[in-house]
């Protein structure tokens, strides 16, 4: 279990989950979210290996196409 501020909301992860386990959670799509954790910028390969720890920081922002 873990505190964690997720978009400037804190919540509880019940498990333990790495930013990719948490974008998946979220039903967010891979390719068009960028993350932020703990002030600094994480490259999409690194999501998997990234695990998610008491008191992180977590920024995600979502990109939305339109015209």
Do not use: C, P, W
């Amino acid at each position: 279990m873990a505190k964690i501020q997720l978009n400037g909301k804190n919540i509880i992860l019940k498990e333990k989950l790495t930013l990719f386990d948490l974008i998946q959670k979220y039903k967010l799509n891979l390719k068009k979210v960028a993350i932020e954790l703990n002030g600094k910028i994480i490259i999409k390969k690194k999501f998997k290996s990234t695990k998610i720890k008491e008191r992180d920081k977590i920024e995600i922002v979502h990109f939305i196409g339109g015209g």
